[in-house]
């Protein structure tokens, strides 16, 4: 027999899963911090910094304020316990998964595509940039000097150097090991990596089914397309993996009332470990590319939010704001806010502020606290609210009151 689980339920099943409601610690140390990453598997990273850098996001809407550097500690240099991988998107992922994305290297490898094009007629080239890689130790790729290194053409501006890294790094010729002001520096995956990680891989059968595993003890409970949307893997594949580990006991097959496909109820498992909260007491802003929102459709399937980022929107057509972030009290997403760090004024700027329908009447008051810890956060002394949007009049109101 299916259990049954309540929109609530999952609801807060996700949010524990994703590490939301936890007593929180008065100075997240690097024990919390690394904790929370090997729960999530993966940072999304994104060069969008109007208010902070993706990345850096995940651990504080958890955690609270904590140092980023302890972050930094885990994602930069040889002795990182993470590496960048083509994960979900560009991203931070632990090292030990290094072996399971082997699969998606080598399609990249055979994809066939303009960029597989380009490394095949520039072997030359990647040869060479192995060679001084091997000579000098990680680069990046502005420190390299090459005859062919000229901005031209569409890619970007990017030089033929910086195009050959960017394929090397895809198929795994070289991989990234830290980033100086956001750009790239590359080693070769023995001056990075441990040699157990590059000496085999499992196959992709195996590596699929261990990704949708961790996938589902990240998100708790979630259905065929949330468990693919994790890793950006393939439904088929996936879809075999879920019926392996549903027969090994370990994901739950359950069915929650409103999630439907069409007229029929849509299939979704909980991992069995996964906690089933009777409450959840949290607040927090969410980067855009936050696990809990990142996959449109699972969002507006457990909170009725419908989310677009709207950066790439020209300002006239902007509904919500260039960087808004989604707000989230207790086990329900009821809000938007567009944040932006004015470092120079040494001001945090709300931009403008929205209210969902239904959201509780102390959203503003639950939301200020997190504002002026996000200010602090980022070496603000100040918050400003404009006002713009529904949510804004009482934003400004708990901010002149306090």
């Not at 569409?154 to 010729?173: A, C, H, N, Q, Y």
């Not at 890793?231 to 090994?248: D, F, I, Q, S």
Request: aromatic letters at 10%; one cysteine or more.
């Amino acid at each position: 027999m299916v259990d049954t689980v309540s929109p609530a339920l999952a609801r807060r099943i996700a949010l524990a899963a994703q590490g939301f409601g936890r007593p929180a610690a008065a100075e997240p140390g690097l024990r919390q911090v690394a904790g929370l990453v090997d729960r999530l598997g993966v940072l999304q990273i994104d060069s969008v910094n109007v208010f902070e850098r993706s990345h850096y996001l995940p651990a504080f809407s958890r955690l609270g304020a904590y140092d980023r550097g302890l972050l930094d500690r885990l994602t930069t240099g040889r002795r990182g316990r993470m590496v960048e991988a083509w994960a979900h998107q560009a991203a931070f992922i632990p090292r030990e998964l290094w072996p399971l994305f082997e699969f998606r290297r080598e399609e990249y490898r055979q994809k066939g595509s303009e960029w597989n094009g380009w490394l095949v007629e520039n072997r030359t080239l990647a040869d060479w940039l192995r060679g001084e890689l091997a000579a000098n130790g990680p680069m990046r790729a502005s420190e390299i000097e090459h005859d062919a290194n000229e901005r031209r053409g569409p890619w970007w501006g990017w030089s033929d150097v910086k195009r050959t890294l960017e394929w090397m790094f895809r198929v795994g010729e070289v991989v990234c090991v830290e980033r100086v002001r956001f750009e790239r520096v590359y080693a070769l995956p023995e001056q990075a990596l441990a040699p157990e990680l590059l000496e085999s891989a499992p196959s992709e059968v195996d590596a699929v089914r261990e990704l949708v595993r961790r996938a589902s003890i990240a998100l708790g409970i979630a259905t065929e397309a949330d468990l693919a949307d994790y890793w950006r893997m393939l439904r088929a594949p996936v879809r075999v993996a879920v019926g392996e580990l549903v027969e090994a006991g370990e994901l739950l097959p359950v069915e929650v009332p409103g999630w439907t496909t069409g007229s029929r109820a849509t299939p979704a498992w909980v991992h069995r470990d996964a906690r089933r909260p009777r409450r959840l007491e949290t607040a927090a802003v969410l980067s855009p590319f936050d696990p809990v929102v990142w996959f449109r459709p699972r969002t507006e399937r457990l909170f009725d939010f419908h989310y677009r980022i709207e950066i790439y929107t020209p300002e006239p057509e902007r509904k919500f704001g260039y960087y808004s972030l989604p707000v989230l009290i207790d086990d329900d997403v009821v809000g938007r806010v567009d944040l932006k760090s004015d470092r120079k004024a040494k001001v945090l700027r709300v931009q403008s502020a929205w209210i969902e329908h239904g959201a509780p009447d102390e959203t503003a008051a639950r939301l200020l606290p997190v504002l002026w810890q996000a200010a602090a956060w980022q070496g603000l002394d100040e918050v400003q609210v404009v006002g713009r949007g529904d949510l804004a009049p009482a934003l400004m109101a708990e901010l002149a009151a306090a």
